[in-house]
C-alpha cells in the first residue's frame, strides 16, 4: 500500500490484524506523512527524509514505529529507523565496503570469507533498513545492490559453488532479511542445502524478532525444525526492544529446539554506554537469548556518524566481565576485511593514530580508528 495517508496509531494497534505480519508488511511506513502518525517528526529528521530521497531507501514497521518514544528524538528506536541528517555528510575514509564482502563474493550470492563457513546473501531487501547497516550499500542504496541486474537471477551457481566445497559445513542465510521471503520459498531454500551432504549447520540471520515479530509463527518454526541443526542469529541493539511481542517470537523459535543468539552494534548516542549495554544484555538472558558478538561499529558510507571509539567499547567490555553472568559478555569484535578482530589487547593494540589489528591467520593490517 502506497497510500500517504496517516492513521491514528492507538486505533491500529487495537486491531485483530495488527498480529498478522503480512498486513503490516503492507502497511509499511514510507512517508513523512505516514510516520507523522507514529511521531513527533523533528526539521532534522523531515529535512534528512527528504535528502537521502534518489540516494537511500527507508521503510518502518507498524510494529516498530509503535515502540518509538513520541516526542525524544534521542530514542534509540528512532535513530536505528528514522532517516538523519549525518547520513549524508561525507566523512574520512568512509567506505562503501570496509569489512571486504565484495572481495570475498565468490558467485552472486556467496560470500566464502572462513575456511569452513560461508554467507548465503538470499535477498537485499529488509523489514526495517537499519540508518546503521554495514551493507548498507546492498541494501539501502537505491543504485543497487551487490545483485544489480542479477538480483532476480537462479540461485544454481550458487548452490553449486557450496556443492563442489565441501568444506564449507556452516551456511549462514543472510541479505537483506531471508526471512522476507515467505516460508514455501524459505522452505525450498533449505530443502535444497539439506541436501548437500557437507552442509552440517544452517544458520538463519534475521532482524525480524526485533522489527516485525508476528513474522516467527509457529508454522514457520514447525517449518524450520524440519531442517535441523538450525540455528537464529538476531540483532537485538537496545533493552526497549525486549518487547512481549520480541520474547514469544525468540519463545517459539526457541521451544522448537532452535537456539537463539544476539549480535549487537555499538551505536553512538544509541547503546554506547553501560547501562545500555548491560540492560540489554541481561535482558536477553530473561528471555533466553544468548550474547553472541558486539560489533564495533564499522567506517560504513552513510553510516560514520554512528561510530564510537575503541576505548569506549572496550570501557563497557571491561564492566561487564566477572560483575555480570559470565554469558552476558558478548565478544567485542571489529569487523575488517581480515575478518573478525577480537578487541582484546592481543588482537588490537594501539599504534599513533589507530590500531594494529591481527587475524585468526596472524595477518595483521593497520587501522584508522579513533
Ligand atoms: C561473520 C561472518 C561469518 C560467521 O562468523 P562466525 O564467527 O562463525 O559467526 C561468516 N562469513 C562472513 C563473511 C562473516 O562476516
Ligand atoms: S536488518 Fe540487517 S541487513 Fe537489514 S538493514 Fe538491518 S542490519 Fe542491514
Request: glycine residues 6%; contains cysteine.
Amino acid at each position: 500500500m502506497l497510500n500517504d495517508e496517516s492513521v491514528d496509531a492507538d486505533a491500529y494497534r487495537n486491531r485483530p490484524e495488527w498480529n498478522d505480519w503480512t498486513w503490516q508488511m503492507q502497511r509499511c511506513i514510507r512517508t513523512a506523512n505516514q510516520l507523522e502518525s507514529w511521531i513527533k517528526i523533528t526539521p532534522d529528521e523531515r529535512k534528512a527524509i527528504d535528502n537521502i530521497k534518489g540516494k537511500y531507501q527507508w521503510r518502518i514497521t507498524p510494529y516498530y514505529a509503535s515502540l518509538m518514544d513520541p516526542v525524544d528524538p534521542r530514542c534509540p528506536i528512532r535513530l536505528q529507523a528514522v532517516p538523519a541528517g549525518a547520513e549524508m555528510a561525507p566523512f574520512p575514509d568512509a567506505e562503501v565496503d570496509p569489512v571486504g564482502d565484495t572481495y570475498y563474493r565468490k558467485t552472486n550470492r556467496i560470500i566464502h570469507k572462513y575456511p569452513d563457513r560461508a554467507l548465503f546473501l538470499i535477498t537485499s531487501v529488509c523489514p526495517v533498513y537499519c540508518r546503521h547497516c554495514t551493507r548498507k550499500y546492498h541494501t539501502s542504496d537505491l543504485k543497487g545492490s551487490y545483485f544489480g541486474e542479477a538480483e532476480g537471477a537462479s540461485f544454481e551457481q550458487d548452490y553449486a559453488y557450496i556443492e563442489s566445497h565441501t568444506e564449507i559445513r556452516d551456511i549462514i542465510l543472510s541479505g537483506g532479511d531471508p526471512l522476507t521471503y515467505g516460508d514455501r520459498r524459505l522452505e525450498e531454500i533449505l530443502k535444497r542445502l539439506r541436501s548437500i551432504r557437507h552442509v552440517e549447520i544452517i544458520r538463519v540471520g534475521s532482524r525480524y524478532p526485533v522489527f516485525l515479530p508476528m513474522r516467527i509463527t509457529k508454522e514457520f518454526c514447525q517449518m524450520l525444525s524440519r531442517y535441523h541443526p538450525i540455528w537464529f542469529q538476531t540483532h537485538f541493539n537496545h533493552p526497549k526492544e525486549i518487547t512481549q511481542d520480541a520474547a514469544a517470537a525468540c519463545d517459539r523459535l526457541l521451544s522448537h529446539g532452535i537456539p537463539v543468539q544476539n549480535q549487537t552494534v555499538l551505536l553512538k548516542g544509541i547503546n554506547d554506554n553501560i547501562d545500555a549495554i548491560r540492560a540489554l544484555m541481561t535482558g536477553l538472558q530473561t528471555i533466553r537469548v544468548r550474547p553472541y558478538y558486539l560489533f564495533h561499529c564499522d567506517n560504513v558510507a552513510g553510516v560514520s556518524h554512528f561510530m564510537t571509539t575503541i576505548a569506549k567499547g572496550r570501557e563497557i567490555m571491561r564492566a561487564l566481565l566477572g560483575y555480570s553472568t559470565g554469558f552476558s559478555s558478548p565478544k567485542y569484535v571489529l569487523t575488517t576485511r581480515l575478518g573478525k578482530i577480537p578487541l582484546t589487547e592481543e588482537y588490537a593494540s594501539s599504534t599513533d593514530n589507530g590500531y594494529r589489528v591481527t587475524n585468526y591467520l596472524g595477518q595483521t593490517m593497520d587501522i584508522r580508528h579513533v
